[in-house]
């Protein structure tokens, strides 16, 4: 039985998750400023993959009479701002597929997280109309905005890990016998190098400002980890000193001592 103390424990501990779950944001509207005369049409992304390449996709059209406008209609120029709010890609003259231009940038420009934004220019041939449109958005890990479901999901599981990590240490303190310490203490240090691996990977999947969390999470993975080595080797120790004692009991027992006795002389406790 659990006494009052550990149920306080337990309380506190879920109290302390609940405060820390992460929860959803609003997705990153995008602006449109300045249009005239021409009307551009933008493929609306709210987030892109760190360091993955995109394909920036738009279409023109003649505000007057919805006409879709091409290449010999048209000229357009396409830029991206970075986080800093450096320029940090520009094509002046955008060649179009039919009616669709696209421009292919590289992952290597979204190296950083944060906020980004594009801007596109068009102007008729002519110079009698012309179009601006920008609009902005996230740079993540996952390139995926963290939703409800998400963050249920991972708030859920992250829950369910906690439940039995807190039921592990209440097994240390609560067998008697030695194997059943070390067994508790096993899955305790399991659950928790899984728990600080899922909190450093979704902080760097959502994160998309500061990253402190993450590397926190990272450095405690890391050295949980590591923990493990110096484990394993006292483990595989008290299997081969249980092993060794075993045999000797039994020895000693067919020789004709009595169990207990031959427990004593090895230096366990008989049952």
Request: glycine share 10%; net charge neutral; aromatic share 14%.
């Amino acid at each position: 039985m659990l006494n009052k103390k550990f149920s306080f424990l337990l309380i506190f501990m879920f109290l302390l998750i609940s405060i820390s779950m992460v929860s959803a944001v609003p997705p990153v509207q995008s602006t449109i400023v300045a249009e005239k005369g021409l009307e551009i049409e933008i493929t609306v992304m709210n987030y892109i993959q760190q360091n993955a390449d995109h394909s920036f996709r738009f279409r023109v059209y003649n505000a007057s009479n919805n006409a879709f406008m091409g290449g010999d209609q048209v000229n357009c120029s396409f830029g991206l701002i970075g986080k800093n709010g450096i320029p940090i890609y520009q094509v002046p003259d955008v060649t179009p597929t039919g009616y669709v231009f696209i421009v292919n940038v590289d992952g290597g420009n979204f190296s950083q997280l944060g906020s980004y934004h594009q801007g596109i220019n068009c102007q008729t041939d002519d110079g009698s109309a012309g179009g601006v449109k920008t609009s902005s958005f996230e740079v993540n890990g996952y390139g995926e905005q963290l939703d409800t479901a998400h963050s249920i999901k991972f708030n859920s599981a992250m829950l369910f890990m906690m439940i039995l990590f807190l039921l592990a240490l209440a097994g240390i303190f609560g067998f008697e016998n030695i194997t059943g310490k070390f067994a508790c203490y096993w899955i305790a240090h399991i659950l928790f190098v899984v728990g600080t691996f899922s909190m450093w990977q979704f902080n760097m999947g959502y994160t998309t400002t500061f990253t402190g969390m993450a590397g926190v999470w990272k450095v405690m993975f890391y050295v949980s980890t590591i923990a493990m080595l110096p484990m394993m080797i006292m483990s595989i120790a008290m299997m081969i000193v249980y092993y060794t004692t075993g045999k000797e009991v039994q020895r000693l027992i067919d020789k004709g001592m009595p169990e207990a006795e031959a427990y004593r002389r090895q230096g366990g406790k008989y049952k």
